[in-house]
């Protein structure tokens, strides 16, 4: 009887076993799950701010993806009370900003500042800090920010910024002015071993233009583009005019990876495929004459063609005719005079 029961015991503690097994990777699995950290980030939000039915679609959609955090990152209007309380209001306090350019006003970050109540920010995740930085400053005062808050061993380090700070191509002479007042190599070794992320929130306009031309190409698909330097990822996403398409990026960051990138956009204006019309083409770029839009160009040329000619045989024909009554009449009335 003892050695039935000491059977059927061990029989249960494997079973027992293989349940609290099966529960505690299970409950791994949800709490690894539920360690992600979510974020939105966006910049360059001037040209839409004011757009009140884009920025309620806009809304909508961060809303849906129901994010820990959302980073405003510069040249969003945010020198305007009403901007900032606009997001405030509607996402409370899991939006944070970062100055741009546009924040500038009279040479200064005071009016940003009023409104927002900082400069610079750390937030600190259990797998992630993120840093939110003033890229508007002097070297001196952007590598300060960097080595104070240097603790790159113990978890990943997201910098947020406005300018793309690793660009030397577009600089300016002093701090709060258009562009960044430094080069890259005057703040590398704060940014080295120290940063695996930067997001910089600064108008694809420079290199990338949507419906509306500026500077550089037009590519009215593009949502970010990545460079890399060194081993930080460096991101550039900022947002054009938002037409046809706004674009803005989701980060997920957990203990595996500190900044997985999720792209979303919003179409404002027509579907894709856009209109070949709406865009404009590269130098040297020739219609494929098998395409779809080539015949149906040919089609409506023949078409244009063909009505052009008909309305001038027509008008031909009527003033033959007209010519030929008028010759008839002529001769009949000579004819009546002769006689």
Avoid: C
Wanted: aromatic share 12%; no cysteine.
């Amino acid at each position: 009887m003892n050695k039935y029961t000491s059977f059927h015991r061990n029989i249960f503690q494997k079973i027992n076993f293989i349940i609290f097994f099966t529960a505690s990777l299970l409950l791994g699995n949800a709490q690894a799950n539920n360690s992600d950290v979510r974020s939105i980030m966006i910049g360059h939000l001037y040209p839409i701010m004011q757009n009140k039915e884009i920025v309620k679609i806009l809304f909508q959609k961060i809303e849906n993806i129901n994010p820990d955090y959302i980073f405003v990152l510069g040249d969003s209007d945010l020198h305007d009370i009403e901007v900032v309380n606009s997001w405030r209001n509607k996402f409370g306090d899991k939006v944070f900003f970062a100055p741009g350019n546009t924040e500038i006003v009279e040479g200064k970050l005071d009016k940003y500042k009023k409104n927002v109540g900082y400069l610079e920010k750390v937030i600190e995740e259990d797998y992630v800090r993120f840093m939110i930085g003033n890229s508007n400053s002097s070297a001196n005062e952007m590598k300060s920010f960097l080595d104070i808050n240097k603790d790159y061993e113990i978890k990943p380090t997201i910098l947020l910024i406005h300018h793309r700070i690793w660009d030397d191509t577009l600089t300016s002479a002093k701090p709060y002015q258009h562009d960044k007042s430094y080069y890259l190599k005057d703040i590398y070794k704060s940014l080295e071993n120290n940063i695996s992320t930067i997001f910089a929130g600064n108008s694809k306009h420079q290199y990338f233009y949507d419906n509306k031309k500026t500077r550089g190409n037009q590519n009215m698909n593009s949502i970010y583009w990545l460079d890399r330097i060194g081993d930080i990822n460096a991101y550039s996403i900022g947002v054009g005019t938002g037409i046809p398409k706004l674009g803005f990026v989701e980060v997920i960051s957990n203990k595996n990876f500190p900044a997985i990138v999720v792209p979303h956009h919003i179409t404002t204006k027509w579907q894709d495929p856009l209109p070949v019309k709406t865009q404009i083409k590269a130098y040297g770029s020739i219609p494929p004459k098998d395409s779809i839009i080539f015949r149906e160009h040919s089609l409506k040329n023949l078409y244009t063609s063909l009505k052009k000619t008909t309305k001038v045989i027509i008008k031909t024909g009527f003033l033959f005719m007209l010519g030929f009554i008028s010759s008839f009449f002529i001769l009949k009335i000579l004819d009546i005079k002769n006689k």
